[in-house]
């Protein structure tokens, strides 16, 4: 997970569970970069950060952007998703904008788009759904009795 900002504290831990939950499973690095902070547009702000998302982005990654215009993914396709990334044997990197999103051309540049639904989410709860949707996408693969 490559992500724009720090999650506040409330967040952090609900992240941190999940994540010490994925763990059972497999590997997930958190890379955080800075929020683009007083830009003069919005999208010059965008810009900033998907620089600095991109530095982040493991060589040879599986690149996908959580995207509201992505294709939305039912747990059980994204478990199928995680079974082929593991098969592919690459690293996958996925990007979370900041509070005004990612910027159309990096996430034109991605391999995937995930779409969490229409709902407008915070950022930072976004990062924690994810985390939670790894998670049950996992405990499917596994046949753990966490998916119902």
């Known amino acids: ?4 900002g720090r999650l506040r504290p409330a967040c952090r831990d609900l992240a941190d569970d ?3 939950r994925i763990g059972r499973f497999g590997k997930l690095q958190e890379r955080e970069c800075r929020e683009a902070g007083k830009a003069s547009t919005i999208e010059a702000g965008r810009r900033q950060e998907a620089t600095r ?4 982005v493991a ?6 952007a959580l995207d509201r215009a992505g294709e939305p993914w039912t747990s059980e396709t994204l478990a199928r998703r995680l079974d082929e990334w593991r098969t592919a044997g690459r690293p996958v990197s996925l990007l979370l904008g900041g509070s005004h999103g990612l910027d159309p051309a990096l996430v034109d540049g991605c391999d995937g788009r995930w779409s969490l639904g229409p709902l407008t989410l915070p950022h930072e709860l976004a990062r924690v759904i994810v985390y939670e949707q790894l998670y049950r ?4 693969l596994h046949r753990t009795p966490y998916h119902k």
């Open 1 to 4: 997970m490559i992500a724009v």
């Open 18 to 20: 999940y994540i010490r």
């Open 53 to 56: 998302l991109r530095g982040l």
């Open 59 to 64: 060589p040879g990654s599986i690149v996908v």
């Open 137 to 140: 996408g996992f405990t499917i």
